[in-house]
């Protein structure tokens, strides 16, 4: 389990091969990658702000879940904080299986608890003022799907 | 003593990222209850608790969580990672 | 929409670099790598064979439908045929959105119908001797998750 | 005449990958049955049809689909793609 929080941009495409290339007895790996989307040209920049501390614990505790809860050959997590411009990576999310189901489901739960229950919080700076980027009650829905009855 | 962090929004109304707090409240509902008190920005930033979210000693709880032996307690909106 | 079939080897984390950084309006990647899986020690190399004209003609048309079913920016599939050795990339795919779930469901459409829709067939070598993977009950149960009522 | 195509093991219990068929078959099922009467090696390669899926001019069909115009033939195993 590798989990990575830094302020330095990073390469998605070296680090999803070198994880890739880390086991030769798993089939299935799925990555997910965020970006700074650019909405309508207005978009300057975007802040992150995290909880040193306790977002390595969270994002830990989040990856744990995820491997007790699939058959997973390894979880990879790399979220960056600071000041970012549009079309650059946020994070990404990698994981690897024998098969395809467990990679996928893995990648999707662990995207769904990222996005709500990782202390990070971003602040857009666009040409109509700055704002807080509000959690979104699908977000929080989304949660749902993952309880176990 | 307690160290009481701010981040996101509820840091910018309250204006400090970070603060060290006397305190004897039970819980964290007590403990904001005592920082509304103290002035304007503080009750301004607490004023919606169903807005905040809070972590005791890097661990997310619920206002009605136990004060006793905490070193940290964090007040911050919902998170957006990912 | 890149679709790409060929012999010989590509680098994942290349190709998926360049198809994120083709869009800044899109803030979700999805990636799935598929790979020669060893097991136990015995595999010695995997024979893909494909059905050249039909295979390109099956992947497009897979493509498209998710591109109809889903809010996606693009859709890659890149995918090998001929001998591969245990650790080698077979295909890829990626897909991209604006918000996460369009671009996960996709990926994993697109992985559910390239299983059993596009004509590839491998042949295992190993030192018990030679066999064409049988496809799976549960890869054409699969399938029955994207139908429509 | 239709160019017949075998992939996976039908190719190789056949024992070629192509061949160009003369035949007035109305449907694919009927070119199946013709190609059984030819020779043990196709009997044996079409004794079950279940196992086996056949495409008309490249797009995946049945067996029942007609032969009328039709330029290629192709059978095989189910599908391994991914």
Request: proline share 4%; net charge negative.
């Amino acid at each position: 389990m590798q989990i990575v929080v830094q302020e330095q941009p990073f390469d998605v495409g070296d680090r999803l091969n070198q994880f890739s290339a880390s086991r030769t007895d798993m089939g299935a790996v799925v990555s997910f990658t965020g970006i700074v989307r650019q909405v309508d040209g207005k978009l300057s920049d975007m802040m992150i702000e995290h909880y040193p501390g306790m977002t390595e614990k969270a994002l830990t505790s989040i990856a744990e879940d995820a491997v007790s809860r699939w058959s997973l050959g390894d979880v990879l997590v790399v979220h960056r904080y600071g000041l970012l411009a549009p079309g650059e990576v946020i994070m990404m999310v990698a994981t690897m299986s024998r098969h395809r189901a467990d990679a996928f489901a893995a990648a999707d739960f662990l995207m769904d608890y990222l996005k709500s229950r990782a202390p990070f919080w971003k602040k857009e700076r666009t040409a109509d003022g700055n704002a807080w980027v509000a959690a979104k009650d699908e977000d929080e829905d989304a949660l749902n799907r993952w309880q176990t009855p | 003593m307690v160290n009481v962090l701010y981040f996101a929004w509820v840091r910018e109304r309250i204006g400090l990222p970070k603060e060290q707090v006397e305190t004897t409240a039970a819980t964290v509902a007590d403990l904001v209850s005592e920082l509304k008190e103290r002035e304007e920005r503080y009750a301004l930033a607490f004023s919606d608790l169903t807005a905040l979210r809070v972590a005791v000693d890097q661990e997310l709880t619920d206002f009605d969580a136990p004060l006793s032996g905490v070193r940290e307690v964090a007040f911050f909106p919902p998170m957006t990672g990912g």
